[in-house]
């Protein structure tokens, strides 16, 4: 199984729709998440940290569900701008090393 | 503050030549990590380093690849002799702190080709 686990996509939604990526992870030490965007070609940037009680900001919501081992990102209201990858992430212990899935490609249309 | 700076942004080598990728991190910084993205897949972890100091290698190939970062001057990934499969795009991120704490900036990418 792999550390980090997403689903590939491409999820192609209309503008205004409400999205949901799942995440499943391997190593049931993981203490920290985080969910990325990269967008075409460029660097990943840091889109939130998830925590065990959940956390909003603005139309993104994140929960993480240690039980099961899955992290999950919401997208309400979808926005053009939206469209890029997503990419889970989790630390992996190690002090340099943030194991990265293979990310869920989102595309916004009109 | 100027971000995470990488050059060159694009990169074309022949196979059997090698490559120098450079990565300054942001100021007040003394973090830098180097992670790789082959097309189509997720970033995956290299290197960590402190100034003049390895960190932890364990994501680096054992042949060929090397990194540093020195006391003056920015940090670099060498690849010795390159082949096809190293083509990829490269990129290096930087923190004030371990990343227990801090966040992780990254810089824009050196997109690597190797003919």
């Known amino acids: 199984r792999k550390e980090v686990e997403q689903d590939p996509g491409p999820f192609n939604v209309p503008e205004g729709a409400t999205v949901a990526f799942n995440c499943t992870y391997s190593n049931s030490a993981s203490q920290s998440f985080f969910w990325y965007r990269q967008d075409c070609r460029k660097e990943p940037k840091l889109l939130m940290s998830?925590?065990?009680s959940g956390n909003e900001d603005g139309r993104f919501t994140a929960q993480l569900n240690r039980a099961s081992q899955y992290i999950s990102l919401l997208i309400r209201d979808s926005k053009l701008s939206d469209s890029a990858t997503y990419l889970c992430v989790r630390y992996g212990g190690s002090q340099g090393n943030l194991i990265f899935g293979k990310g869920t490609k989102l595309s916004v249309k009109p | 503050n100027a971000g995470v700076m990488q050059n060159p942004r694009h990169l074309v080598r022949r196979r059997g030549q090698e490559a120098r990728l450079r990565c300054s991190p942001m100021k007040g910084h003394s973090h830098v990590y180097w992670y790789r993205q082959l097309p189509e897949e997720g970033l995956k972890f290299m290197v960590y380093?402190?100034?003049?100091?390895?960190?932890?290698e364990s994501g680096m190939p054992k042949e060929r690849f090397s990194a540093e970062f020195p006391k003056e001057g920015p940090s670099i990934l060498r690849i010795q002799q390159v082949v096809r499969g190293d083509s990829a795009a490269y990129f290096c991120?930087?923190?004030?702190?371990?990343?227990?704490?801090?966040?992780?900036?990254f810089g824009s990418g050196t997109q690597l080709s190797v003919l």
């Open positions: 991120a930087s923190s004030p702190g371990t990343l227990t704490n801090e966040k992780l900036f």
């Open positions: 380093l402190q100034k003049e100091n390895i960190i932890d």
């Open positions: 998830v925590y065990s």
